[in-house]
Nanobody, 127 residues
Framework: QVQLVESGGGLVQAGGSLRLSCAASGRTVSSYAMGWFRQAPGKEREFVAAISWSGGSTDYARSVKGRFTISRDNAKNTVYLEMNSLKPEDTAAYYC????????????????????WGQGTPVTVSS
């Protein structure tokens, strides 16, 4: 089993930055692809970013590309989401997720492909 705990969310003004962290425990996630998703009130959970377990491949939703950066530190069993130039429409609960994959360069981009989820951390961007 893998336990995931997100942190770093909060209230920020539009144009500001936040760095989310996702700490894994229970098992090393060095062979797990990791993803970030978000869900705003009344909306479906949507893909934000993903990273392969090697860290060599990443992908982003079109809405965040160029503003968000996903990274990982396998030695610390932690994945990060650096969010810059935040907009009010980025307001949501942000969740990290993990999926065991043998392919070092792959990552899922749909929520139902992930096996483990954190509890989420709220991000509120004020205008």
């Amino acid at each position: 089993q893998v336990q995931l705990v997100e942190s770093g969310g909060g209230l920020v003004q539009a144009g500001g930055s936040l760095r989310l962290s996702c700490a894994a425990s229970g098992r090393t996630v060095s062979s797990y692809a990791m993803g970030w998703f978000r869900q705003a009130p009344g909306k479906e959970r949507e893909f934000v970013a993903a990273i392969s377990w090697s860290g060599g491949s990443t992908d982003y939703a079109r809405s965040v590309k160029g503003r968000f950066t996903i990274s990982r530190d396998n030695a610390k069993n932690t994945v990060y989401l650096e969010m810059n130039s935040l907009k009010p429409e980025d307001t949501a609960a942000y969740y990290c997720a993990a999926r065991f994959l043998r392919d070092s360069g792959s990552y899922p981009t749909t929520w139902f492909e992930y096996d483990y989820w954190g509890q989420g951390t709220p991000v509120t961007v004020s205008s």
